[in-house]
């Protein structure tokens, strides 16, 4: 069984920053893809950044560009999400997302969430 376990979230106030974690764990052979999604209340889960299988390439949504910065750390199995100079668009449930292998399965699987709070 993987877990993905997500920390950082908080109350901030607009301009400020934030660093999320997440952390995979369990039976794990090869992590692809992982990366933050967000979902804002009233709207659809987003992409808001992640790394390409292999870790060598980022995407990031637009309006995050150059203000967010995600980075990994394969050896933890871990992902990061340094957030600066926030809005209170950014203001969600941010879920971490990773697609994994575990001996002959291929998974997709999701954090339970942590809070990001921007307040204006």
């Known amino acids: 069984q993987v877990q993905l376990v997500e920390s950082g979230g908080g109350l901030v106030q607009a301009g400020g920053s934030l660093r999320l974690s997440c952390a995979a764990s369990?039976?794990?052979?090869?992590?692809?893809?992982m990366g933050w999604y967000r979902q804002g209340s009233g709207k659809q889960r987003e992409l808001v950044a992640v790394?390409?299988?292999?870790?060598?390439?980022?995407n990031y949504a637009d309006s995050v560009k150059e203000r967010f910065t995600i980075s990994r750390d394969n050896a933890k199995n871990a992902v990061y999400l340094q957030m600066n100079n926030l809005t209170t668009e950014a203001t969600g449930v941010y879920y971490c997302?990773?697609?994994?292998?575990?001996?002959?399965?291929?998974?997709?699987?999701w954090g339970q969430g942590t809070q990001v709070t921007v307040s204006s």
């Open positions: 997302n990773a697609d994994i292998s575990s001996r002959i399965t291929l998974k997709t699987y």
């Open positions: 369990g039976s794990i052979s090869r992590i692809h893809t």
């Open positions: 790394f390409s299988s292999g870790g060598n390439t980022s």
